[in-house]
């Protein structure tokens, strides 16, 4: 190319002036066409302004290069590249480093910021480096734009990109404007660098750095993102070449994905760099005729398995497969960390009884790969649940199939959740069930998961640690199941503190599942800890306060704990066990050994045993009822009836000549027995005994309270002595009571007639004294008058006195004064007139006193001669009258007792003058049991109450009641 000045072009011009014309411009007229071009996209001093511009000749066209300013960006060197002198093909602008191309300048060439395309990690590492304009007849067809890397970029950890390159195609800018780009780099992945590009868009998941491999090695890929080689991975996978494959980095997610070939079949990597650490998996594809011992000598022992459609894949952690190659296995499976083998097993090809058990053909079977085939143990997990009986009642849910291929020790087995149904509840156990493929049988083994709590609804019961052990035949399904014998723990009470706890058994007819029974053995149980067991359930459940030590004392040892749901038996291996939760011991109760059982439940606790018979002999002895040789002992602690808890014996009784059939009530402080019958074959009685201990004989005490047979004897007996022993004092006391009688009459008479004479005499008297008691009244109204007159007078007098006094000293006052004067002596003068009138009526009102005499008449009434003789008479009649009454209400000759019933007796006849409504005695029973009992008895005698106590021979009472009837009489 040669550069013409422009002087030159001018003499060209000059010369030839033709040829100037048509083939040649003025370099003003191609930079004015330049900017002309440029004008529709951009503004000249807004958008840029050019300076040392250098026009020259090249192939046959021109070209324009200087310097500029382009959006505010400066040092930018420039290029136009002209085919002719009238049309424009390509203007090109080269931009300094570290540029970067302003908002402003996107929004006026694509209208949009174009460059968010780029990835934003990628955006921090690229600058602008160029840009360019296609021209098609002086119109701008398409601008292009490129940016380059400055520094090396990770799009996933332990990958370095460098010479990275953007570049974006702006079609149609004029008008439609589309956007077109694209990203070169160079992947340093290991030991090799890989040429990868990518298509940018909107959105940032479309950038994905693809490439070609041509080899690679397994290790160095994961040692590139700091994965070290574990011990157990085998060293054929570890130094595994690989070859002809390609890459794929999605830099926005972080992710990266390789597939190659190798030796070991197909290889694909998938590798997440978003997550701390990197997450990654591999897989390896190895095809059918693939032998393991390649992999290590150890493992030939997996060539022999019959496993189709192998896969090998190594893992940073447990999660699901992603990779294609997995599609040939037919189904995603998850994998663990660590090297794992995948292949399918054909079940069907092993054992066809296995095959219909777990209902599969073929299982996805997954192991963890190391050089010790006696570690490895290829597993599947199974959709589908197994029933192992025919009702279902015992499930096989979340199965594991495991193959351990041990040279030494070939295993199949079943892992996974039994669910076992007892009295419809749910039992899980996590169990192995290992398949004996020869001789078609299972072993299983399981442990309870978790607590079993409240079995068959027995609140305050835990179950725990439950193991279960069986061996059967899985020729046909379902399974046949014996009865489940199951080991574990028991705890009964609140489960924070139990009462009590201990080893137990569980039994469950799978058949049945309401034949189920607990068995759990104790060396001993104490009854404050069962009561604890209820009290639990219902807290405010207590032992009668009386009965608490003694129950408290109650042991039992050598204690079985049963707990069997429903209301019929169980028999589990020819043992019968009854219904309900039970507890069976040998116990001793007030000092007798027994055999104890309890029962539980919610209305509280019962406990019962066959007791030896209490003799105190001869007085005492308290054996079996109902034909039953011995006595029984009842325990009874309610929850719902407090009133109704106690403890004691049933049996039948004999004390004082009486049996009868009887409770003993135990409490604290000892016994009491009740019992109703004839004591001494004669008299009804009912009976407390009591005493501080069973094995106390002679402390043994007695009360009895008396029937009315007994009541009604003493009544009779004692009432017929007392008749028979009154005979005399009733005929005198019915001849004082005759003369008693008319002498009442003759002087109540005489009452009448002393009342009479006393009115008489009182109304002459009270006449004379109203008169003069009138007159005496007069005389002392007239005297105050008089007084009065004069008081008043006296007062005016000292008024006048006082208003002198005045004047003397003031004689200015004379004039009012002395008219007050003269009126107050007027007053006077009146007062004086009024008072001598009063006087002359007081002398009359005098004389009519006097003319009355001294007074009344004070002398008692009873002197009165009239009534002196009345009261004379009457006082003879009455001596005759107390003479009578005191034979009638006793004197020295009749005693109070005798005098008593003699008047009951006269008045009311003999029968009922003892009437007995009450009749006890206290006694020890030794004492009793000769009959001579100190008797309290309550009731009447001759009509009064009586409480009183004496002695009677209950054997032969006749003479002690009427010895007790004469007593009376005194």
């Not at 020790?409 to 149904?421: A, Q, R």
């Not at 009854?527 to 032992?543: A, E, G, L, R």
């Not at 007695?702 to 005979?727: N, P």
């Not at 009519?848 to 008692?860: A, E, H, N, R, Y």
Request: charged fraction near 20%; proline fraction near 4%; glycine fraction near 6%.
């Amino acid at each position: 190319m040669k550069k013409l000045s422009l002087a030159l072009l001018v003499t060209l011009m000059l010369v030839s002036p033709g040829r100037a014309t048509a083939s040649t411009s003025s370099p003003d007229d191609l930079i004015a066409k330049m900017k002309s071009a440029l004008a529709p996209l951009f503004t000249e001093n807004d958008d840029y302004t050019f300076s040392d511009l250098t026009v020259t000749e090249a192939g046959g066209g021109y070209r324009i290069s200087g310097n500029a300013t382009f959006f505010q960006i400066s040092s930018v060197t420039l290029i136009a590249t002209f085919p002719n002198s009238e049309t424009m093909a390509r203007f090109e602008l080269q931009f300094p480093g570290g540029s970067i191309l302003p908002d402003a300048a996107q929004q006026k060439l694509a209208r949009q910021n174009f460059t968010n395309r780029i990835p934003a990690d990628i955006r921090n590492v690229v600058k602008l480096n160029s840009l360019y304009l296609e021209l098609a007849q002086n119109t701008i067809s398409t601008v292009g734009i490129q940016f380059l890397g400055t520094q090396a970029w990770q799009p996933v950890s332990g990958i370095s990109a460098k010479d990275i390159t953007v570049d974006f195609n702006l079609n149609n800018p004029l008008s439609a404007v589309s956007i077109a780009s694209t990203l070169k780099s160079n992947l340093t992945l290991g030991e090799v660098n890989i040429a990868v590009t990518s298509t940018l868009s909107s959105n940032p998941n479309d950038c994905v750095l693809s490439g070609e491999i041509k080899s690679l090695s397994f290790g160095n890929v994961l040692t590139s993102i700091g994965i070290q080689k574990a011990p157990e991975w085998p060293d054929a996978i570890w130094n595994l070449a690989m070859q002809n494959g390609k890459i794929s980095v999605v830099p926005f997610a972080k992710t990266m994905a390789l597939s190659l070939t190798s030796d070991f079949g197909e290889v694909e990597f998938y590798i997440n760099g978003s997550t701390v650490p990197t997450e990654f998996m591999v897989g390896v594809s190895p095809p059918s005729d693939f032998s393991f011992a390649k992999i290590d000598p150890n493992l030939n022992v997996l060539d022999h398995l019959g496993l189709k459609n192998t896969a090998l894949v190594l893992a940073s952690s447990t999660q699901k497969t992603r990779l294609s190659l997995f599609r040939k296995l037919g189904q995603e499976t998850e994998v663990t960390r660590g090297l794992t083998l995948l292949s399918l097993y054909d079940i069907s090809a092993v054992s066809k009884e296995l095959q219909n058990m777990i209902g599969k053909s073929q299982l996805l079977l997954r192991a963890t790969v190391s050089n010790n085939p006696a570690e490895m143990k290829l597993m599947a997990s199974l959709d589908s649940n197994i029933p192992l009986d025919t009702k279902k009642n015992v499930i096989l849910k979340n199965v594991n199939f495991t193959l351990a291929p041990n040279p030494a020790s070939f295993t199949i087995s079943l892992g996974g959740m039994l669910e076992v149904t007892a009295d419809k509840r749910k039992l899980l156990f996590t169990s192995n069930i290992a398949v004996d493929i020869t001789n078609v049988e299972l072993s299983i083994q399981g442990i309870m998961n978790g607590t079993w709590d409240r079995p068959f609804d027995t609140n305050g019961v835990q179950v725990s640690d439950l193991g279960l052990g069986v061996g059967v035949t899985f020729k046909a399904m379902p399974i046949p199941m014996p009865t489940l014998q199951f080991k574990g723990k028991i705890r009964v009470g609140n489960p924070a503190s139990p009462a009590f706890a201990g080893d137990m058994t569980f039994a469950l007819d799978p058949s049945n599942p309401t034949q189920c029974m607990i068995d759990a053995g104790f060396d001993q149980i104490l009854m404050s800890d069962i009561v604890k067991v209820v009290q639990y359930s219902n807290p405010s459940f207590t032992v009668p306060e009386d009965s608490r030590k003694t129950v408290n004392s109650i042991g039992i040892t050598d204690a079985r704990l049963t707990i069997v749901p429903g209301i019929t038996s169980v028999t589990v291996l020819d043992k019968v066990y009854d219904p309900g939760f039970l507890i069976k011991g040998k116990s001793t109760i007030d000092g007798y050994a027994t055999s104890l059982l309890v029962g539980i439940s919610s209305a509280g606790i019962k406990a019962g045993a066959s007791m030896t018979g209490i003799v105190y002999d001869p007085y005492f002895s308290f054996t079996g009822a109902l034909g039953k040789p011995d006595p029984y002992f009842n325990l009874t602690l309610s929850t719902t009836n407090p009133k109704s808890s106690g403890l004691g014996y049933s049996g039948k009784a004999t004390a004082l000549k009486l049996t009868a059939e009887s409770e003993m009530m135990l409490n604290d402080n000892g016994f009491i027995l009740y019992m109703n019958g004839k004591i001494f074959n004669l008299f009804e009685a009912k009976l407390q005994i009591a005493a501080g201990s069973t094995k106390d004989g002679p402390g043994y005490a007695v009360k009895a309270t008396m029937d009315s047979d007994l009541q009604k004897y003493i009544s009779d007996v004692a009432s017929a002595e007392i008749d028979r022993a009154t005979k005399n004092s009733q005929t005198a006391f019915r001849e004082a009571q005759t003369t008693l009688t008319t002498k009442q009459k003759e002087v109540s008479t005489l009452n009448v007639e002393i009342e009479k004479q006393r009115g008489i005499v009182k109304a002459e008297r009270d006449k004379d004294c109203e008169k003069f008691n009138a007159a005496s009244a007069q005389v002392a109204k007239d005297k105050k008058k008089v007084n009065n007159l004069k008081d008043d007078i006296d007062d005016k007098e000292d008024k006048i006195k006082k208003l002198a006094k005045e004047i003397e000293k003031d004689p200015f006052k004379a004039a009012d004064n002395g008219a007050k004067i003269t009126k107050l002596k007027a007053e006077v003068v009146s007062l004086e007139a009024a008072r001598a009138t009063a006087r002359e009526v007081l002398k009359a009102s005098e004389k009519v006193l006097t003319g009355l005499g001294k007074g009344c008449d004070m002398t008692p009434i009873d002197l009165d001669p009239r009534v002196a003789s009345v009261i004379t008479a009457r006082e003879t009649a009455d001596k005759s009258l107390q003479a009578a009454k005191a034979v009638v209400e006793g004197t020295g000759a009749v005693t109070t007792g005798s005098l008593k019933a003699t008047k009951y007796i006269v008045q009311k006849g003999s029968t009922g003058v003892v009437t007995i409504t009450y009749a006890y005695f206290e006694s020890k029973l030794n004492v009793a049991d000769g009959g001579m009992v100190s008797m309290k008895v309550k009731g009447t005698y001759a009509g009064d109450p009586i409480d009183t106590a004496f002695t009677i021979n209950l054997a032969s009472p006749k003479e002690t009641v009427e010895a007790w009837a004469r007593e009376m009489l005194k």
